[in-house]
């Protein structure tokens, strides 16, 4: 299970973003109130894919599967970075 | 991670063994693995049959729905033609959407799978060949049954994706709605039986030493299919299965004047409905890697970045159902999620592409059969992605919407991102399962007319579209600019219609199915395993892998397989058998006994299929006689399995012993059982939403739910219920009897606690027919009800195998897997007994 979650890290902090901003904006509305806590969602959701980032790319791997399995890591945590900033948009850019 | 299991990886130097192997173990493997005779191919289940059933019934269905989108067009040829009448038309567009999402496309790569997954990673075969052979024959009895509504006037008339209102009971009062509900429902289960056992056999049954980075790609495609099937089939399924309840008993949940909302369908619909579009292109993209590297005589480039890439597109497909929901007056903010998502998602289905792109630029590819279809794929694909990102944009969305357009969209995209992909594969696997190969010449005739037809059939589409023409109209007014468009589209339908007769007239001239008997062997050079020679029971020893393409990294491989040099050289214990290995690594773990041919598979699903289709036709006391036989018919096929056998380890070459017997969470049959968990986690998960959507959307409709309070004695009886399952697997080992009994308490518990919610609920007053709110309610309740009866059925089974003197201990499959159901069970009920009285409080 630790292999996966290493590999998967970054989309699952993306899958966790998304829907909670799905669900702040579909029960919550679109006021002040909810797109701070979007805001917050996102702040804290971008420092978890930092700081797995930091902690994988600070590994040693000892065999080629580790290896492979830390490039993987790092990649995907890159991915879902980027794609946390990017899901985030509509809050900056929708005003309704 | 030196080692995930404690095995010492250095044993793997033992191989090749160097010693000859006795004649006798090869004729032993072939009586063991033998061919079926006359009847007995209806109780087939080795996966080289079930996988040529599978696939050939898939690729009749797209046949039968190509026909159907053939008279599509030649209606609209021309302006106010009368070859279909409008209420046929409707029929006709409704089946060919269906059929091909349903019928085809899903269990085409399902059924590729089954077919080459066992070959590709060295197995005997998947691990469950009796769910192969029961999802088969649900999803070809069911699907027939289904499609042969179309000849009594029957069919479903509402649009593939069947919204309410119009496919409620007051605008479609006739069955043709319930033939769809029924049915797709039912040929879900048959998709989901194949996911759990696709997961199961690429995590469990790799070749050893052929870990995760090793694993070829099409594996990893169908391993993230699979895992798509499990999370987004369940929406459908409760969907379904609430408008038919909604068409049977009146429980309001999408009618939006008694506090359901028609929109909570498409949610639940396209929850399923989008990731279906990436669950149909990921194997598809999977099998593209594969004969690309192949084409190009070159290793895949970015083999890690079309893994994640994978992932990636799983994960996001999840997260952009709501883009076919931009018309609907959703929220500015909440439509921009799902816009953005909807762009997201063509990053990693790029990566893929620029991967087959830069593979084919550094290789030398060849103009083969199987290359000239990975090319046209490429460019059909890449041009429905580019019409993707434009009705990603919800102002362009909102103009394209239900138009032509769409229709071009959708088309470029699933036949760029499956129909091509399957049509190469057909000709480079073919020669695997066939004694000859199809013809490169005509290949190259159904390639020019699949490809040109193909354009010429779509491309005007996007231009009727934008010029205004709506999806699903059976005719329209001449003068309007949509003559020339049509009739070109029609003609190119019959175009590509000629390339595929002229492919189905190759099959008929060379295809030559001979499982066993020889085949024509590696004709385009791949360099993965199932192009090992084999026979029934697959590769005669079973290889360590070292690499991802292992025939070209060493060309005396094959030789030192057949010579039995590797593992499992022999039945080790006299039946069939496949070694299961760790998830991450691939080490050798133990033996499992496979389950051989039976006809109890067969009888289950023509059961079932039964109990559904007599529900569909109202014929209630057929259906629930056929409901019963359905189940003794799982039972008396489970009843022949999970049986320990006398020789505890075994010896499965080299001199490497495993166990033959394993329980708890390394042995496979947990990990179909938790897969089968999250399935009916989704379809609760999913029934909670939909009770907080009506709450969020039609609070004028929501009263006080019953108080919390009452809640307390059933959460005290459902952990009771816990802690009885938990009980009856620690004392299995002082006694059989109290652990059967543990189980039995604990399935009553949860029966009692059911009981105490239902009392509660309709103690308050509230109907189910009375508002959405009601409905949803006691929809929770049926839904656990069904899990109830479920974990007592699966109680009294192993009552029942106690009694017989089946229960092994100190440990058994059968009770830890009925105490896994159990545990869930009063974790689903404690859960809705609990989120029930708390949505909607203060309404």
């Given at each position: 299970m630790k292999s996966w979650l290493i590999i998967m890290g970054g989309l699952i902090l993306w899958a966790v973003h998304f829907f909670l901003l799905y669900l702040l904006a579909e029960f919550?509305?679109?006021?002040t109130g909810v797109r701070l806590v979007a805001s917050l969602c996102t702040l804290v959701l971008l420092g978890a894919a930092a700081w797995m980032f930091l902690a994988v790319s600070r590994e040693t791997p000892g065999d080629p599967f580790a290896r492979w399995r830390r490039r993987a890591a790092m990649l995907a945590l890159a991915f879902g970075g980027l794609g946390i900033a990017f899901q985030y948009l509509p809050v900056l850019l929708i005003d309704r | 991670m030196r080692s995930e299991t404690g095995f010492d990886p250095t044993l793997y130097e033992r191989f090749p063994t160097r010693d000859e192997r006795p004649k006798e173990e090869e004729e032993d493997l072939r009586r063991i693995w033998c061919k079926p005779k006359g009847w007995e191919y209806l109780f087939a289940v080795n996966n080289n049959y079930i996988g040529i059933y599978y696939l050939g019934t898939a690729f009749l269905f797209f046949l039968m729905a190509g026909v159907l989108g053939l008279l599509m067009r030649a209606q609209l040829a021309a302006p106010m033609l009368e070859i279909l009448p409008q209420g046929t038309y409707n029929q006709v567009f409704t089946m060919h959407g269906t059929v091909m999402m349903f019928l085809f496309a899903v269990p085409a790569v399902e059924a590729a799978g089954v077919l080459l997954l066992p070959q590709m990673l060295a197995a005997?075969?998947?691990?469950f060949p009796r769910l192969s052979a029961y999802a088969f024959w649900a999803y070809a009895v069911g699907g027939l049954c289904f499609f042969a509504s179309i000849f009594v006037g029957l069919a479903p008339d509402g649009g593939w994706f069947m919204y309410p209102p119009l496919t409620s009971k007051a605008y479609s009062p006739g069955i043709n709605t319930d033939f769809w509900l029924l049915g797709i429902g039912f040929i879900e289960i048959s998709a989901i039986a194949g996911a759990i056992e696709i997961i199961v056999g690429v995590l469990r049954t790799r070749a050893p030493g052929m870990r995760l980075d090793k694993m070829p790609i099409f594996a990893w495609a169908m391993l993230v299919f699979a895992v798509m099937i499990v999370i987004a089939f369940p929406s459908i399924i409760l969907g379904t299965l609430l408008l038919e309840i909604e068409r049977a008993f009146n429980w309001p949940f999408f009618d939006a004047t008694r506090g359901g909302d028609p929109l909570l369908w498409q949610h639940l619909f396209w929850f399923f409905g989008h990731p279906e579009v990436y669950i149909i292109f990921l194997p598809a993209a999977g099998m593209m890697s594969m004969i690309v590297a192949t084409v190009a005589g070159e290793r895949l480039v970015g083999y890690r970045l079309i893994v994640l890439a994978m992932i990636a597109t799983g994960f996001i497909s999840f997260g952009v159902w709501a883009h076919h929901m931009f018309t609907t007056g959703m929220p500015p903010m909440t439509t921009g999620f799902f816009s953005a998502a909807s762009m997201a998602v063509s990053v990693p289905a790029g990566i893929q592409v620029f991967s087959w792109i830069a593979t084919l630029a550094i290789g030398k590819p060849k103009f083969n059969a199987p290359g000239l279809f990975v090319m046209g794929s490429i460019v059909i694909f890449v041009t429905g992605g580019l019409t993707g990102v434009m009705v990603a944009m919800v102002p362009f969305d909102w103009q394209a919407h239900d138009s032509y357009f769409i229709v071009a969209h959708l088309h470029y995209v699933l036949i760029g991102g499956m129909v091509f992909p399957l049509f190469a594969a057909f000709y480079y696997w073919i020669p695997m399962v066939s004694r000859r190969a199809l013809s490169e010449r005509l290949a190259k005739w159904v390639f020019g007319l699949m490809f040109t037809g193909m354009n010429v059939a779509f491309l005007p589409m996007h231009l009727a579209g934008l010029q205004g023409m709506p999806r699903r109209v059976y005719t329209y007014l001449p003068g309007q600019g949509l003559e020339l468009p049509n009739l070109v589209s029609t003609v190119g339908a019959f175009m590509l219609g000629l390339g595929v007769l002229l492919f189905v007239v190759d099959l008929a001239r060379n295809f030559r199915l001979a499982p066993g008997e020889g085949n024509a062997g590696n004709v385009y050079g791949g360099g993965t395993l199932e192009w090992l020679p084999s026979e029934l029971y697959s590769t005669r020893s079973i290889p360590v892998v070292t690499s991802r393409e292992p025939l070209w990294d060493d060309p005396a491989l094959a030789d030192e397989v057949e010579k039995g040099r590797y593992f499992l050289p022999r039945s080790a214990t006299g039946l069939r058998e496949t070694i299961v290995t760790s998830p991450?690594?691939?080490e050798p773990q133990y033996l499992q006994i496979m389950p051989g041919p039976s006809p109890w598979p067969f009888a289950a699903a023509i059961f079932t299929a039964g109990f559904f289709l007599a529900l569909t036709v109202q014929a209630y006391l057929f259906a629930w006689v056929s409901g019963v036989l359905a189940v003794i018919s799982v039972l008396r096929w489970l009843w022949e399995t999970d049986r320990p056998i006398e020789i505890e380890g075994v010896d499965i070459g080299a001199d490497i012993r495993v166990p033959t017997y394993v329980t708890g969470p390394s042995s496979h049959g947990w990990w179909a059982m938790i897969i089968l968990l999250v399935v009916m986690g989704m379809i609760f998960l999913m029934a909670l939403f939909s009770l907080a959507f009506l709450s969020s959307n039609q609070p004028g409709f929501w009263r006080p739910p019953p108080?919390?309070?009452?809640a307390i004695s059933m959460l005290m009886l459902y952990a009771a219920a816990i802690g009885f399952a938990l009980a009856a697997r620690s004392v299995l080992r002082r006694s059989p009897f109290w652990s059967v009994m543990a189980l039995l308490f604990s399935a009553a518990a949860s029966s009692a606690a059911l009981g105490l919610d239902y009392a509660s609920w309709s103690g308050s007053g509230l109907d189910p027919t009375a508002s959405g709110q009601g409905a949803v309610a006691y929809a929770l309740l049926a839904l656990q009800a069904c899990a109830a009866a479920i974990a007592m059925l699966m109680a009294l089974y192993c009552a029942a195998r106690g009694v017989r003197g089946l229960v092994a201990q100190p440990r058994n499959n059968s009770i830890d897997l009925t105490m896994l159901f159990l545990v869930y069970t009063a974790a689903q009920g404690a859960t809705g007994a609990l989120v029930s009285r708390l949505v909607g409080v203060g309404g």
């Open positions: 919550g509305g679109s006021g | 005997r075969d998947l691990p991450l690594l691939a108080p919390l309070g009452e």
